[in-house]
């Protein structure tokens, strides 16, 4: 059986990076499916629904936490690990292509492969989100999926789409960190946005006195 997977989430300052993974015949996707970048947020979510609910498909998950983010293992290396594991999670076999992730796309394609079974044969191409529609297809899931993950950070307040140009996202760091004297559980304590927001409350404590 076909599959296609991709990532959402690899740059931000909150939140996890998710991968996802949909197994099934191309030609039976849903009307509209294209990279997520190019579907509205309400129409994602009802693509991601109806692949979930759609015998027809497998789909599967993975999530790279804010704290394994912030660990010794290298972006690169935790896009490799989401991408197989959600490859792992929706039970894939056969063979399948992956928006790759890497500047070499045959080495994440071989990165990825030596994570799985012998019987799971991987591509990757730049771009594929947007040329092939199961892997557009798990750009969507893992986007919707991210994006629940950054909403339910905060339900009193909003806090943006969780990357660093996001003025939303770095107004509600500065006002958790004012206010709570520490960096919330969803932020990447490694990502410069982070070490700044909480250089500038150190000054701000510091000027008070």
């Known amino acids: 059986m076909q599959f296609g997977v991709d990532e959402a989430g690899k740059g931000p300052v909150l939140g996890p990076m998710v991968a996802a993974c949909v197994v ?42 804010p704290r394994r983010i912030d660990g010794e293992e290298d972006m690169n290396t935790l896009t490799v690990v989401a991408h197989a594991d959600a490859i792992v999670v929706a039970r894939a076999s056969g063979s399948g292509l992956l928006d790759a992730c890497d500047v070499d796309a045959a080495r994440f394609a071989r990165r990825v492969a030596a994570r799985l079974d012998d019987d799971v044969d991987v591509g990757a191409e730049h771009g594929a989100d947007e040329s092939v529609p199961l892997v557009g297809a798990a750009s969507i899931v893992a986007k919707v999926e991210r994006d629940a993950a950054v909403a339910a950070v905060d339900t009193d307040r909003d806090v943006g789409s ?7 996202t770095r107004s509600f760091l500065r006002a958790y960190v004012r206010e709570n004297g520490e960096l919330p559980p969803c932020a990447r304590a490694s990502w410069k946005t982070s070490r700044d927001v909480l250089a500038a409350a150190e000054q701000s404590r510091l000027d008070g006195f």
Request: charged share 35%; no cysteine; hydrophobic share 35%.
């Open 24 to 65: 099934g015949p191309a030609d039976a996707l849903p009307e509209g499916v294209d990279d997520s970048k190019r579907v509205a947020p309400e129409r994602r979510r009802e693509l991601a629904a109806t692949l979930r609910e759609d015998p027809a498909f497998d789909v599967g998950v993975a999530r790279i936490t």
């Open 162 to 168: 969780g990357y660093p140009s996001d003025p939303t």
